[in-house]
């Protein structure tokens, strides 16, 4: 199982249906009369489908148009990111489960190592060595807004505390642009955006995930790889710099695979999954549902932005 872009996972979305029986009874005539339908409870509303990996492209490209567009206003150059490092990348965040990706990729070193040449090459890095440090400090406030503003954006999280944000800045004012309501969309955002990693430590805790762990190590340890758990050894294999270290993922990671399956890690980590995202979505419905119908409404303003350019 791969998710990519582990800021936007999303919840399942959990239906209800409205369930009614009719009685009928007999009139002193004898006629049939019908008596009012009982109702059970009442549906709870449907929930705003989550948005399409071209629809987060979509919404993430207008963000960052808005962002240049705002900083060139305040007398600055900003150079629009990309949301993913490369179309192939992929996370991974139980066990490499995905057999061909590993043959090609491993570990997926070439993306990091990518994006760093790019960011050591780009303009972007030229423009901000070229800044003086008056200079550099007008450019965060701009992108973020003032450190002491008085209306922060805030949000409190799922494993607790509280993420702020100015409410002015380029950053803000491009959600503004987008979203309508800053603090709503901040609140919910930070929420939703939080929970992936709580998901992943409850399915890491099951005894079903952890005996099929047992399973993939001693599968690991007949291929000739020792590692007490996917991300060790991944943080192992990429600490080697040395000649032959792609190759060597490639060995690692299409075993860490092919393990995943022949074990049933991986089916185990998928049905756990959908299982724990279902009951975080059940715990944190109002932000999922906020998050994802500010997106939609948004989807028309960002596609006028981006067909701008």
């Known amino acids: 199982m791969a998710i990519r872009g582990?800021?936007?996972?999303?919840?399942?979305?959990?239906?209800?249906?409205?369930l009614t029986t009719v009685a009928l009874t007999l009139t002193?005539?004898?006629?049939?009369?019908?008596?009012?339908?009982?109702?059970?409870?009442?549906a709870a509303p449907a929930a705003p489908p989550s948005p399409t990996t071209e629809e987060k492209d979509l919404l993430h490209r207008a963000e960052q148009l808005l962002v240049r567009d705002c900083m060139a206003g305040q007398g600055f150059r900003y150079w629009p990111a990309p949301r993913l490092p490369s179309p192939e990348y992929r996370e991974f965040p139980y066990v490499v489960d995905d057999e061909a990706w590993a043959a090609e990729h491993g570990y997926g070193r070439e993306f990091e190592q990518g994006q760093e040449r790019?960011?050591?090459?780009?303009?972007?890095k030229r423009y901000l060595d070229g800044l003086s440090k008056a200079r550099k400090a007008a450019y965060t406030t701009a992108l973020f807004g003032p450190s002491a503003d008085r209306t922060p954006l805030r949000a409190e999280v799922a494993m607790g505390g509280t993420f702020?944000?100015?409410?002015?800045?380029?950053?803000?004012?491009?959600?503004?642009?987008?979203?309508?309501d800053v603090h709503a969309w901040y609140r919910s955002y930070q929420m939703v955006n939080s929970l992936?990693?709580?998901?992943?430590?409850?399915?890491?805790?099951?005894?079903?995930?952890?005996?099929?762990?047992?399973?993939w190590r001693s599968c690991m340890r007949a291929s000739g790889h020792r590692a007490e758990n996917p991300p060790e050894l991944r943080r192992v294999r990429l600490l080697d710099t040395g000649p032959g270290a792609r190759a060597a993922d490639v060995r690692a990671a299409t075993a860490e695979a092919r393990c995943a399956r022949t074990s049933g890690l991986a089916a185990t980590a998928e049905r756990?999954?959908?299982?724990?995202?279902d009951v975080l979505y059940g715990e944190h419905r109002s932000a999922f549902d906020t998050a994802r119908r500010m997106q939609r409404d948004a989807l028309p303003t960002a596609r006028d932005v981006v067909g701008r350019g």
Not at 9 to 18: I, Q, S, Y
Not at 118 to 124: D, I, K, V, Y
Not at 272 to 277: A, F, I
């Open 6 to 18: 582990l800021r936007w996972l999303a919840a399942a979305v959990v239906g209800a249906g409205l």
């Open 28 to 42: 002193a005539q004898g006629s049939p009369a019908p008596q009012a339908a009982r109702s059970g409870p009442p």
């Open 118 to 124: 790019r960011w050591g090459n780009s303009e972007s």
């Open 164 to 180: 702020t944000q100015s409410d002015q800045g380029c950053t803000a004012g491009a959600w503004r642009r987008l979203y309508g």
């Open 196 to 215: 992936p990693g709580i998901r992943v430590g409850r399915v890491a805790a099951e005894p079903e995930f952890q005996a099929g762990l047992t399973a």
């Open 272 to 277: 756990l999954d959908e299982h724990h995202k």
